[in-house]
């Protein structure tokens, strides 16, 4: 089983719906991140979380939101799609005081 | 990392023979760099790390350089074998932020 799961991993919907990525981890850790992943623009970073009571806003928040249910979960929310938000989306986790970033298998979402 | 379009720079190299791929950072903060290797399909893993108290460090058949003064870092492999084909990224971080920013990536195609 992935220490990095991510639910859906395909999702296909349409402009002003609200759609939710989760990401559930098995390792522990208690730094999770959200990346998006654009051809030719590498990852850049949506939000991150220390903790259940630490969020953070990272390069490209605009747009999203995010919840720490717990310290294995961390899911990403678009209240109202758009089709600029097509795109790849990766949930990781970060051991403490490294930058080793786990990273899930990733989340494809298409906005039609 | 900087952003070069749409379009990901890719370096062709014959089996066997040593590839050298580059990153630039932009944050003079940065004091923690690390490469990652993204095979198609998949999230990024973890090949090495170095902080700016070094400028250089070896790991298995993979060596990375750090030039802090044009904030410049390199990503050498050895013996470059098929199994290395995959797009590479660096990311940076100042230490206490954990906060880690991607490059746009290298793609690495290994010509038999």
């Known amino acids: 089983d992935a220490d990095v799961t991510q639910t859906p991993r395909n999702r296909i919907t349409k402009t002003g719906k609200r759609i939710m990525l989760e990401c559930s981890q098995t390792?522990?850790?208690?730094?999770m991140y959200w990346y998006r992943q654009d051809p030719g623009l590498g990852l850049r970073l949506i939000y991150y979380?220390?903790?259940?009571?630490?969020?953070n806003k990272g390069e490209i928040s605009d747009g999203y939101s995010v919840s720490r249910q717990a310290q294995a979960k961390f899911s990403l929310s678009l209240e109202s799609a758009i089709p600029n938000q097509t795109a790849l989306y990766f949930c990781?986790?970060?051991?403490?005081?490294?930058?080793?970033?786990?990273f899930g298998e990733g989340s494809r979402l298409t906005v039609l | 990392g900087e952003s070069v379009g749409l379009h990901l720079p890719t370096l062709s190299v014959q089996e066997g023979d040593n590839s050298i791929i580059n990153c630039a950072y932009s944050?003079?903060?940065?004091?923690?760099f690390i490469w990652y290797k993204q095979e198609s399909g998949k999230g990024p893993q973890f090949i090495i790390d170095?902080?700016?108290?070094?400028d250089k460090r070896q790991g298995q058949r993979v060596t990375v350089l750090l030039n802090k003064t044009v904030k410049h870092l390199s990503l050498q492999i050895a013996a470059t074998q098929p199994g290395d084909s995959a797009v590479y990224f660096c990311?940076?971080?100042?230490?206490?932020?954990?906060?880690?920013?991607f490059g746009t990536g290298t793609r690495l195609k290994v010509l038999a």
């Open positions: 990781a986790t970060s051991k403490p005081n490294t930058g080793e970033l786990f």
């Open positions: 390792k522990g850790h208690d730094r």
């Open positions: 979380s220390f903790d259940v009571k630490d969020i």
């Open positions: 944050n003079s903060a940065s004091d923690y």
């Open positions: 170095i902080r700016s108290n070094m």
């Open positions: 990311a940076d971080c100042t230490s206490g932020t954990y906060k880690y920013i």
